[in-house]
């Protein structure tokens, strides 16, 4: 009940396009949904997250889609840049991320020209 | 600059040998992580800790160590029972549920520490 599932595993997208990562979870009483970009031999770093009291939001190009009742979440990537080629996490936390994380198994993400 | 530093960066060890990683942080967080890092796994928690000369179990723990002594450290000892130990470790911390302070629950990590197991 504590699995998050995220999904592609790999993902590889032409620069400018649209980069789309899906997450699915379990437990209902999750009510932090962080996203994080990770570097090849770096640690990862928070991209964006959301609360379930919104259904979208958008930072830049980066934006999460919420959907509580299908307990599914996702980040797009717009106008998609070489850049922005990394893994990406999605997590899920309860008391707004005061509590550890769950995340999910990473996509790894290829921006080509 | 505020962050968290892990050390060393690589680390080869022998089997049947106890490791111990090292995790600073200076950013007056009150929680500090360790996670796991394996190719399609994700990032599975190893121990956390919330408070000083407290800490929990995370989802994999067994073969595993920590203590919590001081604010600032939060090391990782790796022992001979850990039966897969070759991996990615990262340490991280957050504000924390007891400080007092607003939280975002964002996670901040250090660079890693890759074990070697020979």
């Known amino acids: 009940q504590q699995q998050v599932k995220q999904s592609p595993q790999s993902l590889i997208v032409q620069k400018g396009g649209i980069s789309i990562i899906n997450c699915a979870y379990e437990?209902?009483?999750?009510?932090?949904f962080p996203w994080y970009q990770q570097f090849p031999g770096k640690g990862p770093a928070l991209l964006i997250a959301?609360?379930?009291?919104?259904s979208e939001k958008k930072e830049g190009r980066f934006t999460i889609s919420f959907n509580k009742s299908a307990k599914q979440f996702s980040l797009h990537i717009m106008d998609s840049q070489p850049g922005d080629s990394a893994t990406y996490f999605c997590?899920?936390?309860?008391?707004?991320?005061?509590?550890?994380?769950?995340f999910g198994t990473g996509t790894r993400l290829t921006i080509i020209p | 600059d505020g962050g968290i530093t892990q050390s060393p960066k690589y680390l080869f060890r022998k089997e049947g040998q106890n490791v111990t990683l090292s995790c600073e942080q200076n950013?007056?967080?009150?929680?500090m992580y360790w996670y796991r890092q394996d190719p399609g796994q994700g990032l599975r928690l190893i121990y956390y800790?919330?408070?000083?000369?407290?800490?929990q179990k995370g989802d994999i723990a067994e073969g595993y160590s920590v203590s919590r002594e001081k604010k600032e450290s939060f090391p990782l000892t790796v022992t001979s029972a850990q039966k897969n130990p070759t991996a990615f470790y990262l340490c991280?911390?957050?504000?924390?549920?007891?400080?007092?302070?607003?939280?975002?629950?964002?996670?901040?990590f250090g660079e890693g520490s890759r074990l070697t197991v020979l």
């Open positions: 950013l007056n967080h009150d929680a």
């Open positions: 991280a911390s957050s504000t924390g549920f007891f400080s007092g302070r607003p939280n975002t629950g964002e996670l901040f």
């Open positions: 800790s919330q408070i000083v000369n407290d800490f």
């Open positions: 997590a899920a936390g309860t008391h707004f991320g005061n509590e550890k994380l769950t």
């Open positions: 959301i609360r379930p009291d919104v």
């Open positions: 437990n209902t009483a999750f009510d932090y």
